[in-house]
T-cell receptor, first 112, second 114 residues
Framework: KNQVEQSPQSLIILEGKNCTLQ??????????LRWYKQDTGRGPVSLTI?????NTKSNGRYTATLDADTKQSSLHITASQLSDSASYIC???????????FGKGNQVVVIP | EAGVTQFPSHSVIEKGQTVTLRCDPI?????LYWYRRVMGKEIKFLLH????????ESGMPNNRFLAERTGGTYSTLKVQPAELEDSGVYFC????????????FGSGTQLSVL
């Protein structure tokens, strides 16, 4: 079983609407949790990095939250744009090593 | 400033052949990582260089995979001989010093073994 599970696997939203992506993880202890955006045919691009002591981190219209007690994180996209269509990947960095644990990603499609 | 570049972007080879993937990290980044994504699965760690030294190669699937980073600049990942299950997208990433440092990824090499 993967150490990082994301839901929903995919979703379609209307341009201008908001959406929230979920990430549950079992990695423990961990140093930080990251969200990446991956466009088709490109490599992942960092959106946010949160240490275990942080609860929220924003990057423009992207807001990530972290609850280390329940081992859950979410990524909220506000006022979605067509360019937000991508895969959003939750990544957890274990404490003590650099072997990042990746989720499979949430595939988001924004339609006009 | 150039990002992480990978070459080739695509490679199609037959089972048993050899393929070498190249990664040029961002200048000044001592940390270089190789990852692989097999279709339908999550991205998985392969190995980590700090400068020219292998810091962690625990993710390398088997001894058919050989990674090098001579001189601490670019890195190569050789698969010899390639098997069908080696197909996937191979990503390289680099970062500066520090556990929480942002990782910068290349666009990946799509490897297809037929």
């Amino acid at each position: 079983k993967n150490q990082v599970e994301q839901s929903p696997q995919s979703l379609i939203i209307l341009e201008g609407k908001n959406c929230t992506l979920q990430c549950n993880y079992t990695v423990s202890p961990f140093s930080n949790l990251r969200w990446y955006k991956q466009d088709t045919g490109r490599g992942p691009v960092s959106l946010t990095i949160m240490t275990f002591s942080e609860n929220t981190k924003s990057n423009g219209r992207y807001t990530a939250t972290l609850d280390a007690d329940t081992k859950q994180s979410s990524l909220h996209i506000t006022a979605s744009q067509l360019s937000d269509s991508a895969s959003y990947i939750c990544v957890v960095s274990p404490y003590g090593n650099n072997r990042l644990a990746f989720g499979k990603g949430n595939q988001v499609v924004v339609i006009p | 400033e150039a990002g992480v570049t990978q070459f080739p972007s695509h490679s199609v080879i037959e089972k048993g052949q050899t393929v070498t993937l190249r990664c040029d990290p961002i200048s000044g980044h001592d940390n270089l990582y190789w990852y692989r994504r097999v279709m339908g699965k999550e991205i998985k760690f392969l190995l980590h260089f700090v400068k020219e030294s292998k810091q962690d190669e625990s993710g390398m699937p088997n001894n058919r995979f050989l990674a090098e980073r001579t001189g601490g600049t670019y890195s190569t990942l050789k698969v010899q001989p390639a098997e069908l299950e080696d197909s996937g997208v191979y990503f390289c990433a680099s970062s500066q010093e520090g556990v929480s440092r942002k990782l910068f990824f290349g666009s990946g090499t799509q490897l297809s073994v037929l």
